[in-house]
């Protein structure tokens, strides 16, 4: 029996991505023609149809769905195992692509990079910035090997470990910290003065549950895209929002003078890494993992 071509896989699975032909043979450096032919083949080596045609669309069958799901997992372990061989059994060679989340990657990454090229030097990085859900989405589907993400996080199925804490600081109006300071209470704020991230962002999610926000009416309507705007949202409205003690430390809010206040109860949120259970890169990961430790720990 024939086996299908690895290459084949690879163009289906950028077809089921795209949902175009063109766009999908665009992705995979092929001309249609090719990818087509190739999608053909694997329906005649499985004798099983993958796709639905007529002449202007396609559907993916539930075979062919199947398939997807299988043909992912068979690329996802070929290229862990090319990534493996690659490395020649030493864990500080080769290529890593980590993903992270915006809130983190500016404040974490430039000081894990100059880090693993003085201990790491022969390791490359390669690094992806994305929100939380389209990481885990690419860690499964093979396009990044770890991601560094806040925690919890629920059913994602991936291995995991805590890396360390990041504490919540209280930044914006001096007026408006002074007030919460006196009682702790959220309900002696103004209704709409609290600013937070989108919903997009798992900060903002963190940070509620953190510091127990039951009362939506003390929340802004407006939500900002990046933790730059909410800096400048809460300083122009002379409100108040949560920081991310790593922002903190990076000067975050200096330049437009807000008041950054730690809470007096211990605030955070848990900084860990996810990678694949199949992964055979382990060793690397935990390399990795000891090098994120130590910079939490001088930012804590």
């Known amino acids: ?23 999908a043979a665009d992705a995979c450096y092929v001309s249609q023609s090719t990818l087509s032919n190739a999608i053909v083949k694997l329906e005649e080596q499985m004798a099983c149809q993958l796709l639905e045609r007529d002449h202007k669309s396609f559907i993916f069958t ?9 043909a992912r997992s068979i690329v996802v372990s070929a290229t862990e195992m090319v990534d493996f061989a690659q490395q020649q059994g030493d864990p500080t060679k080769g290529l890593v692509r980590i993903g ?7 404040y974490l990454l430039a000081d894990l990079v100059k ?26 589907n093979g396009e990044i090997d770890l991601a560094l993400l806040a925690l919890p996080i629920e059913k994602h199925g991936f291995q995991s470990k805590v890396l360390g804490k990041d504490n919540f600081y209280f930044a914006g109006s001096d007026k408006l ?5 006196e009682n702790s209470d959220f309900h002696s704020l103004p209704k709409q003065s609290v600013f937070l991230l989108s919903e997009e962002h ?59 206040e730690a809470f007096a109860d211990n605030i955070y949120r848990e900084i860990g890494m996810l990678w694949r259970p199949t992964s055979l890169r382990r060793q690397t990961f935990s390399k990795l993992a000891n090098i994120v ?5 001088q930012t804590s």
């Open 202 to 260: 798992c900060l903002t999610e963190h940070a509620v549950s953190a510091c127990k926000l039951a009362d939506k009416t003390r929340i802004n309507s407006f939500s900002a895209s990046s933790i730059a705007t909410l800096i400048q949202m809460t300083a122009f409205h002379q409100g108040v929002t949560f920081l991310p003690a790593m922002a903190v430390n990076k000067g975050v809010g200096l330049a437009e003078g807000i008041t950054i």
């Open 293 to 297: 430790e130590q910079i939490l720990k």
């Open 115 to 140: 880090s693993c090229q003085q201990q790491l030097p022969q390791l490359q990085l390669y690094l992806d910035e994305d929100t939380t859900e389209q990481l885990l989405i690419k860690l499964a």
């Open 100 to 106: 992270c989340i915006p809130t983190i990657a500016p």
């Open 177 to 181: 910290i002074k007030i919460f300071k």
């Open 1 to 23: 029996m024939a086996l299908p071509n690895l290459k084949h896989l690879q163009y289906l699975l950028a077809l089921y991505e795209h949902k175009h032909f063109n766009r």
């Open 62 to 70: 539930p075979q062919g769905e199947k398939i997807v799901e299988m």
